[in-house]
Each structure stands twice: as C-alpha cells, then as structure tokens.
C-alpha cells in the first residue's frame, strides 16, 4: 500500500493523502490537525479548523523507532550531506516534541525516526515478501506526478483494516522546482527545510491541517521558512498519535507501540531494490507551486497570490 501523507489499506479501504479527522482520536479539542486515513479524501475537500476528513480509520506505525534511507545520488542542488542533515533535523522537529501527561506534566513521543545510511534504489515501492527500505529520493531528471507545479510527494504503505503504516517513500521534485538551503530563502525558491518537516508529518501518518499557521498546512508560499519549525497544532498532531506512555491512538481506542526500538524496514532493510514491487493500497500527498493568481489548495479554488498547495493523489494496492 503506497500514501502520500495518506493511509493505505489493504483491502477495499484507500488510503488518504494526509487528511484524516482528528476529532476521532482526541474528541473536544482546540486543534485543528488532522490525520491521515485509509480513504481517499474527497477532490473537492478542504480541512478547516472544526473539521477533519472523516472517512476510514486514521494510520500510525506501530514501532517505536521507523528508519529511513536518503538515496545516495541526493540531488545537484542538493548534495547529500546537506539533505541528510536537513532531514534529520526534519524528523527530530516531530519526535523531539514534547506533550502533556496525565500527571500534570510532560513528556517526549514515543516514536523516532532514524537514517539507517545511504541506499542504492530509488524506487518507490513496497515488497511484501522481501527487504525494503523507507527511501527519499530527489528526483532530478524526469518528474512523472502531474504537472511541474509539485514540490515533493510522500507516498505511504499500510494495512487498510488497522491504519498501521508498514513503508514510506519520500520523493522531492528537484527537476523544474528550484530548491534551496539558503538564508534567506530567494523570493522564488523553495525552502528545503520547510518542505522536508511539511513531508515528514506525511511519513509519520499527520494530514493537512485546517490551522493556516502549522507546518501541515496545505499552502506553503515560496520565499517562506515558517513551515521549518512545529506550532502547537502540529505537536498536538503527533502528541495525539505517538503518546508519551507508548500507545498508539486508534478509531476504537488505544493499542500498545511494538515491544522494542527496531527501525528495520519491514520484511528486512536493503540499499539495493528488489523485485517484484508489491501490490498494495497506496496514497500520495503532494506540495504544487503555483503562479500568480492560481494558486489552488487540495483541489479546491479560492487560493490567491503565490503559494504551494500540498495536494493529495492515491491509488489502490495490497500489501502484507
């Protein structure tokens, strides 16, 4: 099962590219996160701060630690260290966060998220009887998702009747997209740090958010940085998915995280790919520039001036 910031499932649930409702997991509060689910969020949807897509059951992963592996020809605008080193400070932006107990005070999520060292294959795909790898990848030569207004795709891997994630995939448009480190960013630049903690909320099983302000908001504007650091809408997200005391927030209630940190890709890590892909429920969550006048969030008209809006595309498959 393959998601962009959505879930997956496997049977006849799809996965949803990074929307999913909020209020199923923590009903009555003031956020306006949202997770990812195994339904593909309607074309013709938007999150708002009083509402999440509600369709289908919301995705996790059930361990404590998930690895991941930047491929090793990173990108020509992007050299490998300087990709490794924004991603990892991605990644450490969410399970860094810290988040109210019951006892009154607080403590980190009980996830993390680890580079388990360069990889050979740059495919996007899920092998349901073989080694994986969760790879992110730059894709400088051809860029096949749609038209050349999107910045970077997340696709996820799942069990459509749990929500639990079993791979992610990670690919950023380096080809017509012009993607920067720099400070400050250039008025039509695209700030890298803003676009890999956008997507590694994806990774993690967090959707669009309704809140205008959070980094899981679907317009991202190029020139900005804002999105490189969490607001409260965005560790409540994480906070309500990965809870300090190890559980993992589902539709019907709470299950208990796997029994120890092993970020080993399902079914066993490779650098190099493998074949056959597996079939599987799959769901893609994109961030698409857009010119003057034009901008568009998740389908929906209405958007002005120049900005990015992270749309969500899926299709189906099966996977174990």
């Not at 092993?262 to 493998?274: L, Q, S």
Request: proline fraction near 7%; hydrophobic fraction near 35%; charge should be neutral.
């Amino acid at each position: 099962m393959h998601a962009g910031a959505l879930p997956l499932t496997r049977r006849a649930i799809a996965a949803a590219a990074g929307l999913a409702l909020a209020s199923v997991i923590a009903p009555g509060t003031a956020h306006a996160f949202c997770r990812t689910t195994t339904v593909p969020v309607a074309a013709d949807f938007q999150p708002r701060p009083d509402k999440c897509w509600d369709q289908g059951v919301p995705l996790f992963w059930r361990n404590s630690c998930v690895g991941y592996s930047l491929n090793r020809a990173a990108s020509r605008q992007v050299s490998f260290e300087d990709a490794a080193n924004g991603l990892s400070r991605a990644f450490t932006k969410w399970t860094g966060s810290s988040c109210p107990t019951e006892g009154g005070g607080a403590s980190r999520v009980s996830i993390d998220v680890r580079d388990l060292g360069p990889a050979a294959c740059e495919e996007v795909k899920y092998n349901q009887n073989d080694n994986n790898q969760n790879v992110i990848v730059f894709r400088d030569d051809k860029w096949t998702h749609g038209s050349g207004n999107t910045l970077a795709l997340t696709t996820v891997t799942f069990n459509p009747e749990t929500g639990e994630i079993y791979d992610a995939d990670m690919e950023i448009n380096t080809f017509d997209q012009r993607v920067t480190l720099t400070d400050p960013v250039p008025p039509d630049g695209y700030d890298f740090a803003s676009i890999v903690t956008h997507e590694a909320g994806h990774f993690l099983g967090i959707a669009h958010s309704g809140d205008q302000r959070a980094t899981m908001f679907a317009n991202y504007s190029p020139g900005a940085t804002a999105m490189r650091n969490l607001t409260a809408d965005d560790v409540a997200g994480v906070c309500s998915v990965y809870r300090p005391d190890g559980t993992r927030a589902v539709l019907d209630g709470k299950i208990t995280q796997g029994p120890s940190c092993d970020p080993t890709p399902r079914h066993g890590f490779t650098r190099e790919c493998v074949e056959p892909p597996a079939s599987g429920l799959c769901s893609k969550s994109e961030i698409a520039p857009r010119g003057p006048g034009g901008a568009v969030a998740l389908g929906a008209a209405g958007l002005l001036g120049l900005a990015a809006a992270w749309r969500a595309r899926r299709r189906r498959r099966r996977a174990d």
